[in-house]
């Protein structure tokens, strides 16, 4: 190497390697390397390309705050720089941040001008492919699965053409877990079976730890909890390995909240205790709400009724304040149960505003069986042995077959 262009290359290739490995503090040493010898050489276009790459790498790291200092400065150079597809690129991953961060709205907006600018380029399909995949992830997060297919099965022509693996897994990741969401198993497996399969061919440590966990997912809406455990647990060991706190917690929660379905809410507590921590440290506001409102889960479990009303109140503030509905609802749930129990007319009450609050099926199966189990009413019972069978025959999820078997049992 005999000039600073030649090693600005070599260590953009090198942070290029340490990325697909999972080695990400090592990236980012590499990468401020080429931030520093850029400012020397004063290629504006270079330096957002690499604050672009540490951008994500700081996520990844769980320096979100940093993260979008550096996507945000990338944004004022690709504008002034005019180039669209950079443009386009970081604005996309803004997006992926914020949904990260339980910023929906913000997360959307951003994704949004990502989709006008790749659109005001027809030429810019590898663009268009990933603010389409993102959109159907964002559809996912709020149950929205057709809407979410749609974005995915539109991204799925562009991906098919360029060849890219490294995005097709990607792809069929997201699309098992909407398949898996809308009680497809089969379909769901053989997605995230197929994505695997490529993912160890391309040696990408941190997709491979994803799709453990999304296969974690699947084996326990099946009811087999051994097994799902097991997959989140080489999720977790993956994981840690490279050094991605943020999906370490995300699945330390999905295993305590196995745990709980499982009915072992001691084992779920002491998991709840370790993620509450790594979520303190990312400083993720709805990773803490989400644990909170677990939590109050598990101590209602044991029968501790007060504390468990006290965490429900907590989580609750913490969840609407990051706006995350199924922890709204999993808390607005938890209390009016618990209020059941000083009052059940009181409970009853609650929980017929919560029946008028939400339209989603599943929702609505749940708050009628939570109902029937308060008033004891033949026609409640009716009413929740309808709904969840119409639930379990779209989703065969354990937890509805359990349902269903004690209705069939108190008829």
């Given at each position: 190497?005999?000039?600073?262009?030649?090693?600005?290359?070599?260590?953009?290739?090198?942070?290029?390697?340490?990325?697909?490995?999972?080695?990400?503090?090592?990236?980012?040493?590499?990468?401020?390397?080429?931030?520093?010898?850029?400012?020397?050489?004063?290629?504006?276009?270079?330096?957002?390309?690499?604050?672009?790459?540490?951008?994500?790498?700081?996520?990844?790291?769980?320096?979100a705050?940093?993260?979008?200092?550096?996507l945000n400065?990338?944004?004022?150079?690709?504008?002034?720089?005019?180039?669209?597809?950079?443009?386009?690129?970081?604005?996309?991953?803004?997006?992926?941040?914020?949904?990260?961060?339980?910023?929906?709205?913000?997360?959307?907006?951003?994704?949004?001008?990502?989709?006008?600018?790749?659109?005001?380029?027809?030429?810019?399909?590898?663009?268009?492919?990933?603010?389409?995949?993102?959109?159907?992830?964002?559809?996912?997060?709020?149950?929205?699965?057709?809407?979410?297919?749609?974005?995915?099965?539109?991204?799925?022509?562009?991906?098919?053409?360029?060849?890219?693996?490294?995005?097709?897994?990607?792809?069929?990741?997201?699309?098992?877990?909407?398949h898996?969401?809308?009680?497809?198993?089969?379909?769901?497996?053989?997605?995230?079976?197929?994505?695997?399969?490529?993912?160890?061919?391309?040696?990408?440590?941190?997709?491979?730890?994803?799709?453990?966990?999304?296969?974690?997912?699947?084996?326990?809406?099946?009811?087999?909890?051994s097994?799902?455990?097991?997959?989140?647990?080489?999720?977790?060991?993956?994981?840690?390995?490279i050094?991605?706190?943020?999906q370490?917690?995300?699945?330390?929660?999905?295993?305590?909240?196995?745990?709980?379905?499982?009915?072992?809410?001691?084992?779920?507590?002491?998991?709840?205790?370790?993620?509450?921590?790594?979520?303190?440290?990312?400083?993720?506001?709805?990773?803490?709400?989400?644990?909170?409102?677990?939590?109050?889960?598990?101590?209602?479990?044991?029968?501790?009724?007060?504390?468990?009303?006290?965490?429900?109140?907590?989580?609750?503030?913490?969840?609407?304040?990051?706006?995350?509905?199924?922890?709204?609802?999993?808390?607005?749930?938890?209390?009016?149960?618990?209020?059941?129990?000083?009052?059940?007319?009181?409970?009853?009450?609650?929980?017929?505003?919560l029946?008028?609050?939400?339209?989603?099926?599943?929702?609505?199966?749940?708050?009628?069986?939570?109902?029937?189990?308060?008033?004891g009413?033949?026609?409640?019972?009716?009413?929740?042995?309808?709904?969840?069978?119409?639930?379990?025959?779209?989703?065969?999820?354990?937890?509805?077959?359990?349902?269903?078997?004690?209705?069939?049992?108190?008829?």
């Amino acid at each position: 190497i005999s000039t600073p262009w030649e090693r600005y290359e070599v260590l953009d290739k090198m942070a290029d390697v340490l990325h697909r490995v999972g080695r990400w503090e090592e990236q980012r040493a590499k990468l401020d390397e080429c931030l520093a010898l850029l400012g020397e050489l004063g290629d504006k276009a270079l330096i957002a390309r690499i604050l672009n790459k540490n951008g994500m790498v700081n996520n990844y790291l769980g320096d979100a705050e940093l993260s979008l200092a550096h996507l945000n400065r990338a944004v004022e150079l690709a504008s002034s720089l005019d180039d669209k597809l950079l443009l386009s690129n970081v604005y996309i991953n803004i997006g992926h941040i914020y949904t990260d961060k339980g910023q929906y709205d913000l997360a959307e907006e951003n994704l949004t001008i990502a989709l006008e600018i790749v659109r005001s380029n027809p030429d810019n399909q590898a663009e268009l492919a990933s603010c389409r995949m993102a959109l159907g992830s964002l559809n996912s997060l709020f149950s929205k699965y057709d809407q979410a297919l749609y974005w995915y099965e539109k991204t799925a022509d562009i991906l098919l053409e360029s060849g890219c693996l490294e995005d097709q897994s990607s792809l069929l990741g997201n699309m098992g877990i909407v398949h898996m969401n809308m009680g497809h198993f089969d379909k769901a497996d053989d997605f995230f079976r197929d994505a695997l399969v490529i993912c160890r061919k391309q040696g990408v440590k941190r997709k491979i730890a994803v799709i453990y966990g999304n296969m974690g997912q699947l084996y326990r809406m099946r009811g087999d909890f051994s097994g799902a455990i097991e997959l989140i647990e080489r999720q977790i060991d993956i994981a840690r390995q490279i050094g991605d706190i943020s999906q370490v917690t995300v699945a330390i929660y999905n295993k305590a909240d196995t745990y709980k379905y499982s009915g072992d809410y001691a084992a779920a507590l002491k998991l709840i205790k370790q993620g509450q921590s790594l979520a303190e440290e990312l400083q993720n506001a709805l990773f803490i709400a989400v644990f909170r409102v677990l939590e109050a889960e598990c101590v209602y479990g044991l029968g501790d009724y007060a504390t468990a009303e006290d965490l429900a109140e907590e989580g609750l503030r913490m969840a609407e304040r990051v706006r995350f509905p199924d922890a709204i609802y999993d808390a607005e749930v938890l209390r009016a149960r618990l209020l059941a129990r000083r009052d059940p007319a009181a409970g009853l009450e609650a929980l017929d505003a919560l029946l008028e609050k939400y339209a989603d099926p599943k929702r609505l199966a749940l708050l009628s069986y939570h109902r029937y189990r308060i008033s004891g009413n033949g026609e409640h019972r009716r009413l929740a042995r309808e709904r969840i069978a119409a639930l379990y025959e779209q989703t065969p999820d354990y937890q509805y077959e359990n349902i269903l078997e004690e209705l069939h049992r108190d008829d």
